[in-house]
């Protein structure tokens, strides 16, 4: 098992994955502050959810267990002290406590996970499924799409780019990120698109 502290970004809704990139946009002063930080020790940032908490009024949410760890691959310093960077996913982790400290941006200690054993190659018939469902999901939504593009992915960037830019809630993302296996994601990303796939009349993502 390899522990290690980590500063964290608990956003909801950003999935990173191990290989993917993640482009965020740091404007609150707690989270630069962290971006600092992170540049000046290691580049290493925890992308983490928090957990929905309809209750909660008091301190900081609650973290999901899982979330992986983020290298800065690039960085742009603004003039108004902001940055945008993109984020490299290095591997999952495992929270373990979160720490008492006196930095602005929130401290864990976490637990590293190993690489899932990897088969990066879906079946025809479930890579052809979860085209056919992104194709329906997108034109319901509205999206302007090249497939093309997306035609051209491996499989695990398809599947994978997919749910980390998937609308869907918390709660469906975070599934996501824990799903055991490249063909459980798969799988899973189509009964959501098929589940969230409506309207609700104001052209919002719903539950219905």
């Known amino acids: ?58 301190g900081e949410s609650p973290l999901f267990e899982i979330g992986c760890v983020g290298r800065i691959a690039e960085v742009e310093a603004l003039d108004d002290g902001c ?3 993109v984020l490299e996913g290095v591997a999952l982790f495992r929270l373990l406590n979160e720490l008492d400290v006196t930095t602005a941006f929130r ?3 976490a637990e590293l996970l190993p690489p ?12 052809a499924a979860l085209e056919l469902e992104s194709r329906r999901f997108a034109d319901a939504q509205g999206y302007a799409v090249d497939w093309s593009a997306v035609s051209r992915l491996d499989d695990e960037a398809l599947v994978n780019g997919i749910a980390q830019i998937a609308p869907f809630d918390v709660a469906a ?23 969230f796939g409506r309207h609700d009349g104001e052209d919002r993502v719903t539950l219905q």
């Open 116 to 127: 899932a054993e990897r088969d990066p190659v879906l079946a025809l018939g479930r890579r």
């Open 173 to 195: 993302k975070q599934a996501l990120l824990e799903s055991p296996s490249l063909d459980d994601r798969a799988d899973l990303l189509v009964q959501l698109m098929q589940f």
């Open 107 to 109: 401290q864990i200690e």
């Open 83 to 85: 940055y945008n960077l």
């Open 1 to 58: 098992m390899t522990v290690t502290r980590l500063s964290v970004f608990p956003l909801p809704g950003a999935l990173l994955f191990p290989g993917m990139h993640l482009p965020l946009h740091i404007f609150e002063p707690r989270y630069r502050a962290m971006v600092s930080d992170a540049m000046a020790r290691d580049r290493r940032i925890g992308m983490i959810q928090p957990r929905p908490c309809p209750d909660h009024d008091k």
